[in-house]
């Protein structure tokens, strides 16, 4: 059942990186740092919550428990 769980989170994760990516790549994601210098939030914290629900799922799927 932890392999199955951590598969999903590594899943998961990677869909909401491209989400990021995708979402990194509009129009008004490009041109908001003309303006302020930064990065959305928004793709900045997908991104963030991306890699930590991989990472989690990456720890479950090698993990062992005794």
């Not at 951590?6 to 899943?11: D, K, N, T, Y």
Request: glycine share 12%; hydrophobic share 50%; charged share 15%.
């Amino acid at each position: 059942m932890q392999k199955i769980t951590g598969a999903i989170f590594v899943l998961i994760g990677l869909a909401a990186l491209m989400g990021g990516r995708k979402l990194s790549d509009q129009f008004g994601s490009q041109v908001q740092p003309i303006f302020n210098g930064a990065p959305t939030d928004r793709a900045v914290y997908i991104y963030v919550c991306g890699l930590v629900i991989a990472l989690l799922g990456v720890v479950q799927l090698f993990w062992k428990r005794k």
